[in-house]
Protein backbone atom coordinates (compact mmCIF):
# COMPACT_ATOMS: atom_id res chain seq x y z
CA UNK A 1 0.00 0.00 0.00
CA UNK A 2 1.17 3.72 -0.77
CA UNK A 3 -0.44 6.84 0.64
CA UNK A 4 0.80 9.92 -1.25
CA UNK A 5 0.25 13.61 0.75
CA UNK A 6 0.35 16.17 -1.16
CA UNK A 7 0.94 18.78 1.54
CA UNK A 8 3.56 18.49 4.79
CA UNK A 9 1.24 18.54 7.12
CA UNK A 10 -1.41 15.54 5.65
CA UNK A 11 2.47 13.64 5.60
CA UNK A 12 3.11 14.43 9.19
CA UNK A 13 -0.28 13.74 10.06
CA UNK A 14 -0.01 10.14 8.84
CA UNK A 15 2.93 9.55 9.94
CA UNK A 16 1.72 10.10 13.63
CA UNK A 17 -1.41 7.90 12.70
CA UNK A 18 0.91 5.10 11.82
CA UNK A 19 3.18 5.51 14.76
CA UNK A 20 0.27 6.01 17.55
CA UNK A 21 -0.83 2.47 15.65
CA UNK A 22 2.56 1.13 16.78
CA UNK A 23 3.89 1.00 12.73
CA UNK A 24 7.66 2.48 12.76
CA UNK A 25 9.28 3.88 10.24
CA UNK A 26 12.39 2.15 8.68
CA UNK A 27 10.82 -1.41 9.53
CA UNK A 28 7.03 -1.33 8.47
CA UNK A 29 6.51 1.75 6.28
CA UNK A 30 9.11 3.94 4.53
CA UNK A 31 9.04 7.89 3.27
CA UNK A 32 10.24 8.65 -0.11
CA UNK A 33 9.88 12.22 -1.63
CA UNK A 34 11.56 12.91 -5.20
CA UNK A 35 12.26 16.39 -4.81
CA UNK A 36 12.62 17.51 -1.00
CA UNK A 37 11.59 19.33 1.14
CA UNK A 38 8.67 19.91 -1.56
CA UNK A 39 5.58 17.28 -1.92
CA UNK A 40 3.69 15.16 -2.79
CA UNK A 41 5.55 12.50 -0.15
CA UNK A 42 4.92 8.92 -0.36
CA UNK A 43 4.47 6.78 2.45
CA UNK A 44 5.36 2.95 1.16
CA UNK A 45 3.79 0.24 3.69
CA UNK A 46 5.29 -3.17 4.06
CA UNK A 47 2.43 -4.17 6.07
CA UNK A 48 -1.29 -4.51 6.02
CA UNK A 49 -3.35 -1.80 8.21
CA UNK A 50 -5.98 -2.56 10.25
CA UNK A 51 -9.45 -0.96 9.28
CA UNK A 52 -9.67 1.34 12.32
CA UNK A 53 -5.93 2.65 10.83
CA UNK A 54 -7.37 2.67 7.75
CA UNK A 55 -10.68 4.89 8.18
CA UNK A 56 -8.37 7.56 10.18
CA UNK A 57 -5.65 7.82 7.49
CA UNK A 58 -8.71 8.06 4.65
CA UNK A 59 -10.34 11.01 6.94
CA UNK A 60 -7.08 13.36 6.31
CA UNK A 61 -7.95 15.74 3.10
CA UNK A 62 -4.88 16.34 0.95
CA UNK A 63 -4.01 12.11 0.78
CA UNK A 64 -4.14 9.72 -2.01
CA UNK A 65 -4.33 6.12 -1.01
CA UNK A 66 -3.09 3.39 -3.40
CA UNK A 67 -2.38 -0.64 -2.94
CA UNK A 68 0.17 -2.66 -4.16
CA UNK A 69 -1.64 -2.51 -7.84
CA UNK A 70 -1.80 0.70 -8.25
CA UNK A 71 -6.14 0.98 -7.63
Known amino acids: MQIECTTTIAAAE ?3 ILMSAYLWPGREF ?3 NPRPPNPPIRLT ?3 NLPAHV ?3 VQG ?3 IRIADERGV
Open 14 to 16: VVS
Open 30 to 32: RMT
Open 45 to 47: LSV
Open 54 to 56: VRR
Open 60 to 62: IPD
